[in-house]
């Protein structure tokens, strides 16, 4: 009976023969591969595994270190639970939220019953680390639901309780510290020593836990101030409270309770109030000649602005929306990229000079023609529209660099009001596991261009990278510039928004590089208690992505 099997490294091509049963550490050992920053964790066949992963059948490994955003999750969620050790160990009677993605680290709601102290973040600081020193096991358990239902209500992990109850699932995972066990979403490291570098500060009333660059893993990320971000945070969790539900569990037990549609509603409701809020605002800032909406793909900034455009019309000021995709230069005068290939995500690919002309002669009450930009041709054309503002009338200006002071550099600041529009996720699948905002938008992503762009959700991932970095130079850098931020996502948008993405996630090959992602998602859809779209507003924002909206596109 042959006791081998055959492995092919998709790092450096090389075939080899292992032992049946060999785990995916070993398997790293035989390849001798040269990798600083890693292995963190594997694709087996474009589905990621942890290095615990034992193979029995001949397979394809790619071999991800910290660099990847793979091994990065899998680090965090190492790091989260050595946190959650280090608060047993020292706070018994405490309990500790991984809740928000913030400066360049996480936000964690320490729950003492008093204020969180200097002392409390360095003890816990130095409980880590030694936890970290000791290079204990991570040790990974599968076992009937029922059993870890009962486990971790010995321990009085609610949420977790919840979760577990409303899946439906056979067996559970769950992961076994020093004695202290947790469940998360996905594979944690094989052993404590493995995490090399973390920080932990005060922030606010609880703590950041920092976590390395990705571009640079021998350094922590830059510790930038958050302050309006973290608020819209805080916003949603009180309008979470206001709805009872926090968790994925909660929510999924609602479903199950006959209550989608109210949970619907509300948000709904708390979502126009917001937008009605920031129409105050503007109409209340005496001087506003213009709105500039910014925000990452797939935040929802062309409904966001048709909404805020009808909040305005009720305080008698009329909008004028312009398009900045109609300012962009000639093809030949765009910038490239590193790769050469034209950069239309450049704030240099924008007429910045002719913006700037125009918008202050039509706050000067001069007419201008519009320029219309022909993508066919790559040239900048007169459009034969005529534009003067009239008496109440205002710009409302949509686009990826609106909160870029370099775009409207010329143009008085009291004459400008900007807004921040992305999908910030607030619900938890439990308090040890967040849900990254970037997942929500690139879901969305998938079913726009599915259903209206011709684009596959291979497509789509592919070339989702290219679109995050871009948002890292030109976008992310300007949100706290803004004068109001407008969270687009809603509770129960990712339990919607299943039907449709996991159809178009099942489409993409396992035998392309996009497949692991495609399967990560779909696994994670699998969290949420299906929700029909049939009772959304068509004025919902989701409708953008979805169909069905009565806003014209």
Known sequence: MNQTIKVRCRNNGTKFDVEKGSSLHQVFEMANLPMEHGPIVAKVNNKVEGMGFRLYHNKDVEFLDLTSPSGMRTYTRTLFFILCKAVRDLFPEASVVIDIPVSNGYYCNLKLGRAVTTQDVDMLRQRMQQIIDEDHPIRRREVPTEEAIKLFKGVGANSKVTLLETLGTLYTVYYDLD???????????????????????????????????????????????????????????????????????????????????????????????????????????????????????????????????????????????????????????????????????????????????????????????????????????????????????????????????????????????????????????????????????????????????????????HRWPSVRAGENKWIFPFQENADAMFNTAMIYELAVIRAQAEPALEQVPENCEEYAEAYRLRKFLRYFAPVSNENLPPTSLLREFLGGSSFVY
């Not at 469940?183 to 920092?210: C, H, I, K, M, S």
């Not at 995500?345 to 000067?364: K, T, V």
Request: proline share 4%.
């Open 179 to 461: 004695g202290f066990v947790d469940y998360f979403y996905g594979a944690l490291l094989q052993n404590t020593g493995a995490v090399r570098l973390f920080g932990l500060e005060p922030y606010y009333d609880g703590l950041l836990l920092r976590i390395p660059s990705m571009s640079n893993p021998l350094v922590l990320g830059e510790m930038t101030r958050q302050d309006k971000m973290f608020e819209v945070f805080k916003e949603h969790h009180r309008w979470q409270n206001i709805l009872g539900i926090g968790t994925v569990g909660e929510f999924n037990a609602a479903v199950q309770q006959g209550y989608a549609g109210e949970i619907m509603n509300v948000s709904e409701a708390l979502q126009e109030k917001k937008i009605a809020q920031i129409s105050d605002m503007i109409a209340e800032r005496k001087g506003v000649r213009m709105v500039l909406i910014a925000g990452p793909s797939s935040s929802g900034k062309t409904t966001t602005c048709k909404r805020l455009s009808i909040q305005l019309l009720t305080h008698g000021i009329r909008p004028v929306q312009i398009s900045l995709d109609d300012y962009f230069v000639d093809r030949e005068r765009t910038p490239r990229d590193e790769k050469g290939d034209f950069d239309y995500e450049c704030i240099h690919a924008l007429d910045i000079d002719l913006i700037n002309q125009q918008f202050n002669a039509l706050f000067r009450g001069e007419e201008v023609e519009l320029p219309r930009y022909n993508f066919q041709t790559g040239k900048s054309e007169k459009s034969g529209q005529k534009l003067r503002l009239g008496e109440n009338e205002i710009l409302v200006v949509e686009g990826i660099h609106a909160l870029n002071p370099e775009l409207t550099a010329q143009i008085p600041e009291a004459q400008k009001f900007r807004v921040y529009a992305s999908a910030l996720t607030t619900i938890l699948l439990d308090t040890h596991n967040y849900i990254p905002t970037t997942d929500n938008r690139l879901l969305r992503r998938i079913i726009r261009d599915v259903k209206y762009r011709g684009c596959s959700a291979h497509d789509t991932i």
